[in-house]
């Protein structure tokens, strides 16, 4: 799977980073999922090769503006742009309501169907590529993570069992590696005793903001990505006394750190951190903090940053 | 005044054009105004010296999305930015609708009062600086044009009447000028009854989506600039036999001729015009059926451009 930082600044927007938003693309075919859509982020999809008319689904972390107000945008403009197919949304109560209500009074009328799957019911949901997974998180606000799993459509056929139980070469293999199963000499094969699945599927966690990254720790046994907000550093919550919701670098690093995630992504920072490393605070200062307790494969976030996770799952910016 | 263009695609954003909002200034002073609010509005204006918290007031044409899905996150922003004054927002019906909808259900909680004044009811809105009417357009929903004219707040002392009334030079003379009444040998002398206001207060139009710009006619009187709608070119129209309530390039342009108004800015162009004027359709299109029908001062507005309009009402490009 590939991951496309739309947006990866907290609350409002700046000159170089938008609000939230999050493209997890599947690894072959224009297939890929939204999570998160603040306000500008079918703005930024126009700097990028994701189309919206390839758009699976959209899911929602949490009802605050920057992590939502993109919506009405992105659905008015899949219309415009022709969009036939329906749309899932995924999000926590609340967000379907509000949709609901901007069709009503705005006079948003789309010509594709929506299927609104509501998040605090912590649902999985299957796609063709991928399956979804829901946890709860702890924020001022309903908020929830996604794990993202890659189903392995293109399993191997077991060549070796196919020949023990004498099952001879021939189109009928072929057949049975679309996974369809075949009638031979009147007896019938079934396609799934004779394939091999990938035992160790990709898996990509989003979450949306959350103080207590521990929650993730049951739904991140063989995560390989895990993409975590790090809006401060550990001293400016210290000295403010309060952390709105938050995490830290230091709480997500450890966390990341003691659950064996090999790739850890920080985004959605506080704009007071700086881009100028010279300057203070600066998001230099947060990818410190997180470095000091993180032996794994880290990364910040920028906007349009691409990554692609491969075969040995490590995950590399491209 | 002064005019910033925010964005000046029709629809959809492009990666150039944002969707329409406007920007009018005060010539002194950090005050404007705000016509539209399409989403991306808010980051249009970081690349820009406005202040958020100097906008005095907002003014929706109309309640398509691609003129007011901005306006939920600048709202959440200038909260955010720790707005205290009250934000009047003149708007058709709906705004106010989905307005309070979105306070609602995406707990959009704002430390500062809005005041809704419905456009539908055409009213003109007294502010410090300028003064607002309101016209009614034709388009698929209802949608308005609004005047802003400046109000002379330094208005001249009529120093030939003081003297023919026999009122001495003093401390008293400049209390008057101040709009301040005076009393002078146990007689009060009212201000008003001796200051010269500027006869010719600058008046500029910004106009909503409309496909009969002939209904701005009365409005027009003195105007020194229109900014106008010209989605398409007139070929564009016959061809698609649809205007979809749109004027094309020709038609604001003959009407700005015949109602002699000396500056004429178009915008909201459709997205398949393209920048490069060897491609077809161009930009450049649009600018040559303007010009054939319209001797004034001509312009296509960009994002980000700035207007300035001087006391002899010619408007420049700075």
């Known amino acids: 799977m590939n991951i496309v930082f739309l947006g990866t600044s907290a609350g409002v927007p700046t000159k170089t980073r938008n609000v939230t938003g999050i493209a997890v693309r599947e690894e072959r075919g224009s297939g890929w999922y939204l999570v998160d859509c603040g306000e500008g982020t079918q703005h930024q999809i126009l700097h990028t090769n994701l189309s919206i008319n390839a758009l699976q689904a959209i899911f929602i972390t949490h009802i605050h503006g920057d992590h939502c107000y993109g919506l009405p945008g992105i659905l008015a403009s899949a219309a415009m742009n022709g969009r036939k197919a329906p749309l899932k949304i995924m999000a926590p109560s609340g967000v379907k309501e509000w949709v609901e209500a901007t069709?009503?009074?705005?006079?948003?009328?789309?010509?594709?169907?929506?299927?609104?799957?509501?998040?605090?019911?912590?649902?999985?949901?299957?796609?063709?590529?991928?399956?979804?997974?829901?946890?709860a998180l702890s924020h001022r606000v309903p908020s929830y993570a996604y794990r993202f799993t890659e189903k392995d459509i293109n399993p191997r056929l077991d060549v070796e069992k196919l020949e023990q139980h004498n099952i001879p070469r021939g189109p009928h293999w072929g057949q049975l590696q679309k996974r369809q199963d075949v009638e031979l000499n009147g007896k019938l094969i079934h396609c799934e005793d004779y394939l091999l699945y990938d035992q160790n599927p990709q898996k990509i966690i989003v979450a949306g903001d959350n103080d207590?990254?521990?929650?993730?720790?049951?739904?991140?046994?063989?995560?390989?990505?895990?993409?975590?907000?790090?809006?401060?550093?550990?001293?400016?919550?210290?000295?403010?006394?309060?952390?709105?919701?938050?995490?830290?670098?230091?709480?997500?690093?450890?966390?990341?750190?003691?659950?064996?995630?090999?790739?850890?992504?920080?985004?959605?920072?506080?704009?007071?951190?700086?881009?100028?490393?010279?300057?203070?605070?600066?998001?230099?200062?947060?990818?410190?903090?997180?470095?000091?307790?993180?032996?794994?494969?880290?990364?910040?976030?920028?906007?349009?940053?691409?990554?692609?996770?491969?075969?040995?799952?490590?995950?590399?910016k491209l």
């Open 103 to 135: 069709q009503q009074h705005t006079q948003l009328y789309l010509p594709y169907d929506i299927e609104f799957v509501c998040t605090d019911d912590l649902p999985s949901v299957e796609f063709r590529k991928v399956r979804v997974e829901t946890v």
């Open 212 to 316: 207590q990254p521990e929650l993730l720790a049951q739904i991140s046994h063989g995560a390989s990505v895990l993409i975590h907000e790090a809006t401060y550093t550990k001293d400016l919550v210290e000295k403010s006394g309060n952390n709105y919701g938050h995490s830290y670098a230091e709480l997500v690093a450890t966390f990341a750190e003691q659950a064996n995630i090999p790739n850890l992504v920080l985004t959605h920072f506080s704009p007071r951190y700086q881009a100028n490393p010279n300057l203070s605070p600066s998001i230099a200062d947060i990818y410190q903090e997180a470095k000091a307790h993180y032996s794994g494969n880290l990364f910040l976030a920028n906007d349009l940053d691409e990554y692609q996770l491969n075969k040995s799952n490590v995950l590399k």
